[in-house]
C-alpha cells in the first residue's frame, strides 16, 4: 500500500508530534525504529526506514493520545517490504523453520537437557505440523 493510503488509513494527519510513542519505545531506546519520526515521514510520503527494527511491543499505539495504531502503521509497511522482496534473512530463517518443525523457535538440544534437569518433558517436535497446517488451512504451506 502506498504511503498516501497508509497515511488516510491510519489517519497520521491526527498526530501531534507529541512524541509519547517515541519516549515508549525500547527500540528507539537503542538505535531502532522512532515511531513518530515514521508516522511524520510517512504522513509527508517520504519514509525510506527499516521497520524490521521496531520490536513489536504496541507500547507506541497504546500510549498515543490521538489514538493512532503506529504499531498497525509498522506492519503496513513490514508487509510492503515483504511485498517488494525485502525481508531481512532472520526472519527467513524464522519462517523456514516455522514451515519445518510449525514452530518459531529453533529448539537446541541442550534445551531438552536443561527441561530434564527441572522434571519438565521433552518439547514436541512433530515433523507433522506442515502438513496438518495445511489441512487446517485449506491451503500449501511453501
Not at 495504531?69 to 510492503?80: I, K, P, S
Not at 537446541?108 to 502438513?131: M, Y
Amino acid at each position: 500500500m502506498e504511503q498516501r493510503a497508509l497515511s488516510i488509513k491510519f489517519e497520521l494527519v491526527k498526530c501531534i508530534q507529541c512524541k509519547k510513542c517515541t519516549r515508549n519505545c525500547p527500540s528507539a531506546k537503542h538505535g531502532g525504529i522512532i515511531p513518530n519520526e515514521t508516522v511524520l515521514a510517512v504522513r509527508e510520503g517520504n519514509y525510506t526506514g527499516d521497520p524490521w527494527t521496531c520490536l513489536m511491543c504496541h507500547r507506541c499505539s497504546m500510549v498515543c493520545p490521538e489514538g493512532i495504531e503506529v504499531a498497525g502503521l509498522v506492519m503496513a509497511l513490514r508487509n510492503n517490504e515483504v511485498e517488494a522482496g525485502n525481508v531481512p534473512e532472520r526472519f527467513g530463517r524464522v519462517y523456514g523453520n516455522f514451515r519445518k518443525v510449525g514452530d518459531t523457535m529453533s529448539i537446541a538440544d541442550s534445551t531438552d537437557d536443561e527441561r530434564n534437569a527441572f522434571g519438565l518433558p521433552k518439547i514436541c517436535r512433530e515433523p507433522g505440523v506442515p502438513e496438518k497446517l495445511e489441512k487446517m488451512s485449506g491451503r500449501r504451506i511453501q
